[in-house]
């Protein structure tokens, strides 16, 4: 892992297996399925480092042989929650890896002129208060729907929240940290930058589209 000077609330997970497997997804050559598995796999790999710092509480266990110490994760259940639609990519890996985490859902699009949040759907526990959430998108560009994904997640009272996305554009990690300083970023990539439509370059294009097979 790494952290640009630019950005303290920012970490780049750039363990081999994850830049290898980036590079295959920003492949325009690659289909829609290898890439919905890609997707799933970096997502998988990124959520074992966000969760490194989860605290533990020690429980007991019984071994076949005697009594032993063991540890669980302290608290309610992580919860997930993907900004719709892309981030609906995200949560399948991460549950292999916590099959008992909630999930919540966000939905947000971004108006094709404005480039600004447009906001459908929300629904998280009731209890947001007593969890960890980690939000979920591939695409942090100009950073308009994860600083909206935030403020919503605030409102119904999250305040442990991680923000966890696959391609990064200095200008959105640059807006998510300025209006929530509070949340930690992780991203797979710091990209160089934004082109005149918002999207990132180098970047790997529509991540929804290329998910979904729409286009
Ligand atoms: C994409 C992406 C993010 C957003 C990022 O979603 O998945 O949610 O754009 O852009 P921003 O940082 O400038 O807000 P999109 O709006 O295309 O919706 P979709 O996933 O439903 O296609
Ligand atoms: N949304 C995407 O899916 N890709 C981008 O490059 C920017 C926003």
Redesign the pocket.
């Known amino acids: 892992m790494s952290q640009p000077h630019d950005f303290p609330s920012l970490t780049i997970v750039d363990h081999p297996l994850v830049r290898h497997k980036l590079t295959l997804l920003r492949d325009r050559a690659t289909p829609t399925k290898l890439f919905k598995e890609l997707v799933d796999e970096i997502a998988m790999l990124m959520a074992y480092e966000a969760t490194r710092d989860l605290i533990l509480e020690p429980v007991g266990v019984e071994t076949p042989l005697e009594h032993a110490t063991g540890w669980a994760v302290r608290g309610k259940k992580l919860t997930l929650v993907p900004?719709?639609?892309?981030?609906l990519g995200m949560v399948e890996g991460i549950l292999r890896l916590m099959p008992s985490a909630r999930v919540g859902h966000i939905g947000?699009?971004?108006d094709h002129d404005t480039?600004e949040?447009v906001d459908y759907y929300f629904k998280v526990p009731g209890d947001a208060s007593e969890r960890d959430f980690l939000l979920l998108?591939?695409?942090?560009?100009?950073?308009?729907?994860?600083a909206a994904a935030v403020s919503s997640l605030k409102r119904a009272g999250a305040t442990r929240i991680r923000f966890l996305c696959l391609v990064a554009a200095p200008e959105?990690v640059a807006r998510l940290t300025r209006e929530h300083p509070d949340v930690p970023v992780l991203a797979a990539s710091l990209d160089r930058e934004l082109n005149e439509h918002?999207y990132i370059l180098p970047g790997l294009g529509?991540?929804?589209?290329r998910l979904f097979g729409t286009r």
């Open positions: 900004i719709l639609r892309a981030g947000l699009y971004r480039l949040p998108d591939p695409m942090l560009a100009t950073g308009g729907s994860a959105g918002g529509d991540a929804g589209d």
